[in-house]
C-alpha cells in the first residue's frame, strides 16, 4: 500500500544549525512529492514540489527513488522556520497523502 | 484570487443534528478534496471529487456525505455524527494536470465539535 513515513516527530535546532527532515514512501510507481508546511495559526502550504527541483526560503528537497525518500534539507535554519512540516505523496492523479509530519523547533 | 474558503470556521453540533460544512474555490481547480485533521496528526484523505465527480472515497461512513454541485463549489453534509468526529475538517483543491497534479490550496479548516 502506498504510505509516507516521517520517522521524526520532532526535531530541534539552534539558529544557524543544519536542518534535515526525513521522508521515506512506499509507491510502485512514478511518485509525485511534495512538502507542505504549516505555520502555527495558519493554513497548511505548499513549501516545495520535487518536479520544480527548487528551493524555497533555502529549503531544497531531492527525490532519491533508490532509497525512496525525498528529505528536506536547510543549510542555516531560522527562527521563522519553525513550524510542522509534513511530507506528501500524490499518485493516480486525484489521491494525495501525507506523512504523520515533523515539528521543527528552532532556538534562537 | 488563490484562496479556497471555507464556513464555517467552528460549528459545534448534537448528535442527532444535520448540518453541512462549505467550501469554494475560484482558481478553476478540477479536482477538490475534503480532509479530516485530528489533534497533532496529519490530515486523513476522505473523498475526492474530479470534475465534479466522486472519485475517491476513502471508506467513510455514511453519516459524512459529500457533494459537489458545481466546479467551485464543495460541501459536506453531516448527520448523526459521533463525539470521535469532532476534528478539523479541511478543504483543498487542486489542478490535475497529464504530467500530474499541482500543488493543492487548503482552506483554513472547519473545527467541528460533536456533543
Known amino acids: 500500500a502506498q504510505r509516507v513515513t516521517q520517522p521524526e516527530k520532532l526535531l530541534s535546532v539552534f539558529k544557524g544549525a543544519p536542518v534535515e527532515l526525513k521522508c521515506n514512501y512506499s509507491?510502485?510507481?512514478?511518485?509525485?512529492l511534495f512538502w507542505y508546511v504549516q505555520y502555527s495559526r495558519q493554513r497548511l502550504q505548499l513549501l516545495l514540489r520535487h518536479i520544480s527541483r527548487e528551493s524555497i526560503k533555502g529549503f531544497t528537497a531531492d527525490l532519491n527513488k533508490g532509497e525512496t525518500s525525498f528529505h528536506l534539507k536547510k543549510p542555516f535554519a531560522q527562527e521563522e522556520d519553525s513550524a510542522m512540516y509534513y511530507c506528501a505523496l500524490s499518485y493516480n492523479t486525484d489521491k494525495l497523502i501525507f506523512g504523520t509530519g515533523t515539528r521543527l523547533q528552532v532556538f534562537p | 484570487d488563490t484562496e479556497v474558503t471555507q464556513t464555517p470556521k467552528h460549528l459545534v453540533m448534537g448528535m442527532t443534528n444535520k448540518k453541512s460544512l462549505k467550501c469554494e474555490q475560484h482558481?478553476?481547480?478540477?479536482?477538490m478534496y475534503w480532509y479530516k485533521q485530528k489533534a497533532k496528526k496529519p490530515p486523513e484523505l476522505m473523498f475526492v471529487?474530479?470534475?465534479?465527480?466522486?472519485?475517491i472515497n476513502e471508506s467513510v461512513p455514511s453519516r459524512f456525505s459529500p457533494e459537489c454541485p458545481n466546479s467551485s463549489l464543495l460541501n459536506l453534509h453531516l448527520h448523526a455524527l459521533q463525539p470521535e468526529d469532532s476534528a478539523l475538517y479541511l478543504c483543498?483543491?487542486?489542478?490535475?494536470?497529464?504530467?500530474?497534479?499541482?500543488?493543492?490550496?487548503f482552506g483554513q479548516g472547519t473545527r467541528l465539535t460533536v456533543v
Open positions: 471529487y474530479s470534475y465534479e465527480k466522486l472519485s
Open positions: 482558481m478553476g481547480h478540477r479536482a
Open positions: 509507491y510502485s510507481g512514478s511518485p509525485e
Open positions: 483543498a483543491s487542486s489542478q490535475q494536470l497529464r504530467t500530474g497534479t499541482t500543488e493543492a490550496f
